[in-house]
């Protein structure tokens, strides 16, 4: 049973059309994570989240954290072909000292 | 870079083989954790270290699996006595510890078993 939920599963879409990619818990997280991961290797960590409500912009990419510290979405503004890959959520429980990843979503941005 | 480096990237082994990875984690990281990640799902917690010490394991983890971090900087992975269902990519991560919860993955040992 996946504590993390994401969703879609797979998302493919046009170079320059926009797309979000949802993570849902029940459980509160202390943080949550993002990370994309390419075929063959490990995942990169894109951003970090801790403060209900918080907003991270990272170039065209757009991250919030839920206010109950539950849930969290991945925003991609006009997206490119590079941004291509397995999108992971991941949070963060001190108690547990230990990420429990959602399932992925897996986009393809096609030129 | 002196990111997360394992070795080796690639294992073929055969059934009732013994296998050894190995994980270098970033050098001031005192947290080093092990992961498994099967085709289509996402990484699954194995095991953790901080410094020497394991602090947790699985309860996915069999009694084939041992893992050892015997002077508090890199750590192995032991798998006896393998089998098909252990084929899967074996990922390392370190962290700061003290409240910091970012990790950083290594690139990961993919293990196949025939």
């Known amino acids: 049973t996946q504590l993390l939920e994401q969703s879609p599963q797979f998302l493919s879409i046009q170079e320059g059309e926009n797309l979000t990619v949802y993570c849902n818990s029940s459980?509160?997280?202390?943080?949550l994570q993002w990370y994309r991961q390419e075929p063959g290797e490990g995942p990169v960590l894109l951003v970090t989240v801790v403060t209900g409500g918080e907003v991270k912009k990272l170039k065209r990419l757009t991250f919030q954290f839920g206010d109950a510290r539950k849930d969290s979405s991945l925003h991609i503004t006009a997206a490119q072909p590079g941004d291509t890959g397995l999108y992971l959520c991941a949070g963060f429980r001190a108690a547990g000292n230990k990420l429990t990843f959602g399932g992925g979503t897996r986009v393809l941005v096609k030129p | 870079d002196t990111g997360v480096s394992q070795d080796p990237r690639h294992k073929i082994t055969k059934r009732g083989q013994n296998v050894t990875f190995r994980c270098d984690p970033i050098?001031?990281?005192?947290?080093l954790y092990w992961y498994r990640q099967t085709l289509g799902q996402g990484p699954e917690f194995l095991t953790y270290f901080q410094n020497e010490a394991q602090l947790e394991k699985s309860r996915l983890l069999s009694d084939r699996f041992s893992a050892e971090r015997p002077k508090g900087s890199f750590s192995t992975l032991e798998i006896q006595r393998t089998e098909q269902g252990d084929s899967a990519m074996y990922l390392c991560?370190?962290?700061?510890?003290?409240?910091?919860?970012?990790?950083?993955f290594g690139p990961g040992t993919r293990l196949t078993v025939t």
């Open positions: 459980s509160v997280f202390s943080s």
């Open positions: 050098s001031e990281h005192n947290r």
């Open positions: 991560a370190s962290s700061l510890g003290a409240g910091r919860h970012e990790q950083y």
